[in-house]
């Protein structure tokens, strides 16, 4: 079966300086955010973390940053991984004296400011605040309809302007129509209540927000509710079994996969 996971944005609200140390050689490194920098998805944040810091070279160069898509070790899918590839480590997340990575380390789903590790490998306390790894991937992901918006202007003295033809930079918005699926066995019926969590975080958390992705096996979609109001109706897969409920999401995005 298809794998179906969803994922919250990151935004660097606050500019962030992030410091790591290579414990064997001593070395350091730091990753410098930006204020107002996003990332569509953790996984896209990850791989900048790994691309940055592999680039300084040295033990630095064997560096891996991924987010789990299945349970490993006791870690579950959804965790941020840093792997050395030969010597323990240290996280600063809040290099220079500054609080600001404290929220995004938050977000990234661990508990303190700083990482000490005599370990090559080192999983987060817990999975990414906005992420969604369902056990059954989704039963459809059909794109509806495409369409270009269009502009409309109005002079002081009456007139109207109207642009009908499609401009070579214009984005095409496309409609997304996802049905996941969710198993509803444990605590506040599974991954319902996951779900919401998952909800609560994308729209909560300051380094969260719309738009959020989902992934479906080899294509990933940016997206965002379609319309003002966001909907959530569930419906039994099956007439009279409670363990399997279906959920049809009204998306929309500019992504062309």
Do not use: C
Not at 74 to 94: H, P
Not at 112 to 123: F, K, L, Q, V
């Amino acid at each position: 079966m298809i794998q179906t996971y969803l994922q919250g944005r990151i935004f660097i609200y606050q500019a962030v300086t992030i410091r790591f140390t290579d414990t064997d050689s001593s070395a350091t490194t730091d990753v410098v955010f930006a204020e107002h920098v996003s990332f569509d998805t953790v996984d896209l944040f990850a791989e900048h973390l790994q691309t940055t810091v592999q680039a300084v070279g040295g033990n630095f160069g064997d560096w891996t940053f991924s987010v789990l898509t299945a349970s490993e070790a006791s870690s579950v899918a959804g965790t941020l991984k840093i792997g050395t590839g030969n010597a323990g480590f240290q996280v600063d997340f809040n290099q220079g004296g500054a609080t600001t990575g404290t929220g995004l380390r938050r977000y990234l789903g661990h508990n303190s400011d700083t990482i000490s590790t005599g370990s090559s490998t080192y999983y987060f306390a817990s999975k990414v605040q906005a992420s969604f790894y369902p056990e059954r991937g989704a039963l459809s992901v059909v794109r509806n309809s495409t369409k270009y918006d269009r502009i409309q202007m109005m002079t002081i003295g009456g007139h109207s302007f109207s642009q009908f033809s499609k401009d070579t930079l214009d984005l095409p918005i496309i409609a997304l129509r996802v049905s996941l699926q969710f198993n509803t066995e444990g605590d506040d019926y599974g991954e319902l209540k996951i779900f919401e969590l998952f909800l609560d975080a994308v729209f909560d958390y300051p380094n969260g927000g719309e738009p959020f992705s989902v992934t479906h096996g080899d294509d990933v979609y940016v997206v965002w509710f379609s319309g003002g109001d966001v909907v959530l109706e569930y419906a039994r897969m099956i007439d009279g079994f409670n363990g399997a409920w279906q959920l049809e999401l009204a998306l929309e995005t500019y992504t062309e996969n």
